[in-house]
């Protein structure tokens, strides 16, 4: 069932969603590289977080997000995607994938550039799992859609680069333009080493779970509605032609003629005969076989 909901310049959906809705867009610039982007603020202490669930209505807050990017003299909003703590995931309109971001000064060509509502330096927010299980769905569906490869060259964290937008062999304290997406991001952290280690193998775990459901044959796909109907009815339709094969009792307008076939020696039983047989008898009793 479509839950998607559009609302002025974005496009809010659940992340089973995300795979059908990037299926059907067509994207002309050429893909290569996703970044990885927490937002720092909005953060989850902003969301105003009561019991895990944020009390800021989700386009309050994306549009919060697009007057500040306004102000800083951008064309619209900073990112393409943006992924919520519950798992929500929203599209910027008025910054579609065939727009390139801003998301990393002076590296963005041929990126996607994706927010992650919160702030995951060390002690600060700890990412819900709604949001974990969103955000490696939508990297992997990212990674499948636009066939590349899961490593640091092609998923990157913003830490990665300096504020002029040199990529650095690693997190660099002093050196990188920003900590994001954060230093205890994933609970391990913002260096190259933490990506490898938990990051990506679980971007990949999610791909290979998406391609298996690819590789599902026709015969295994659930029935749909109108098809268990049909099934239903075909089973009806055998079951009928069954029972008329081998019968449990003489039909009614039949039991004359069989009491006169048997009389006469044309049978030595009638019973549990197939409704042909019985048909056939009734017959030539009518045409006078056995009188």
């Not at 609970?187 to 990506?195: E, F, H, L, V």
């Not at 056939?280 to 009188?291: A, D, H, N, S």
Request: aromatic fraction near 10%; include cysteine.
């Amino acid at each position: 069932m479509i839950q998607m909901i559009q609302l002025g310049n974005f496009l809010l959906m659940d992340r089973d969603e995300f795979r059908e809705w990037l299926s059907k867009q067509v994207v002309s610039r050429n893909i290569d590289r996703l970044q990885v982007h927490h937002t720092a603020s909005p953060n989850y202490k902003t969301r105003r977080m009561v019991n895990g669930t944020a009390q800021q209505d989700h386009f309050e807050c994306l549009e919060g997000m697009r007057r500040y990017h306004l102000s800083e003299g951008w064309s619209g909003t900073g990112q393409n995607i943006t992924i919520f703590e519950d798992g929500k995931v929203a599209i910027s309109l008025d910054r579609n994938l065939d727009k390139t971001p801003a998301g990393i000064r002076n590296a963005n060509s041929g990126a996607i550039c994706i927010e992650i509502i919160g702030y995951f330096d060390k002690g600060n927010d700890i990412m819900t799992d709604k949001q974990k299980r969103a955000i490696v769905h939508v990297y992997a569906c990212l990674v499948e859609k636009f066939n590349l490869s899961i490593d640091t060259n092609h998923i990157v964290y913003h830490a990665w680069f300096t504020y002029g937008g040199t990529r650095l062999n690693d997190y660099t304290p002093g050196e990188s333009s920003k900590t994001c997406p954060g230093t205890a991001f994933w609970g391990d952290g913002n260096t190259i080493a933490a990506a490898k280690k938990n990051f990506l193998p679980q971007i990949q775990e999610e791909l290979n779970r998406l391609k298996g459901q690819n590789n599902i044959s026709e015969e295994d796909q659930p029935m749909t509605k109108e098809e268990k109907a049909d099934f239903q009815a075909l089973q009806e339709q055998i079951k009928q032609l069954t029972s008329k094969l081998s019968m449990d009792k003489i039909p009614d307008w039949a039991i004359e003629a069989c009491v006169a076939a048997k009389n006469a020696g044309a049978v030595d039983t009638t019973s549990g005969g197939s409704y042909d047989f019985y048909r056939l008898i009734t017959v030539m009793y009518r045409k006078g076989f056995f009188k």
